[in-house]
């Protein structure tokens, strides 16, 4: 009796196909990502700025709401200075928004408007209180009374 014994030896050249990718097409697709990431980049970069600069905006204007608020609470007049620990009340969450940029925000007094350290990169309120007058109390002190509002957001820059 006789053992044939096969070994099984594969082809050459079916095992080139199934190897993987060449140097060459590895380098393409390389170029390819590379050329994608250099132009979507910026661009993502430009977006986060922008919607940075929305949100102080938008928190500027909330704080600038919570001033009137918290003259109208406190007899003090609008020549008086909130600090951060007076507005925190007004706030829904109970918290005192904060530039997302990192800049600091400067209250002043009830008749000025909220001002941050970035307002040379866009981060600005153009409302502030110019939609109220002041009327002096019989006391003698001075409270903020809505004139009339006004449609839209105001401080909007353009990117």
């Known amino acids: 009796m006789r053992l044939i014994i096969r070994l099984a030896i594969p082809d050459p050249a079916l095992h080139r196909r199934s190897r993987g990718f060449t ?6 697709i390389t170029a390819i990502l590379g050329l994608i990431v250099a132009v979507a980049l910026p661009n ?6 922008y919607a940075e600069c929305e949100l102080c905006i938008h928190n500027l204007n909330r ?18 200075e909130p600090t951060e620990d007076d507005l925190t ?17 400067d209250l002043g007094f009830v008749n000025e408007p909220t001002l941050c350290s970035l307002a040379e990169a866009g981060h600005f309120s153009a409302t502030g ?25 105001g401080g909007k820059h353009e990117p």
Not at 23 to 28: F, S
Not at 63 to 80: E, L, Q, R
Not at 89 to 105: D, I, L, M, T, V
Request: with cysteine.
């Open 63 to 80: 704080i600038d709401v919570a001033k009137v608020n918290w003259s109208f609470s406190v007899p003090m007049g609008t020549d008086a």
């Open 23 to 28: 140097l060459i097409e590895t380098a393409i």
């Open 89 to 105: 009340p007004f706030f829904s969450n109970q918290q005192f928004p904060h530039c997302p940029a990192g800049g600091e925000y």
């Open 129 to 153: 209180l110019d939609d109220y007058e002041v009327e002096p109390l019989p006391e003698g002190n001075g409270r903020p009374k809505p004139k009339k509002t006004k449609p839209g957001r």
């Open 44 to 49: 993502f970069l430009k977006n986060r700025d």
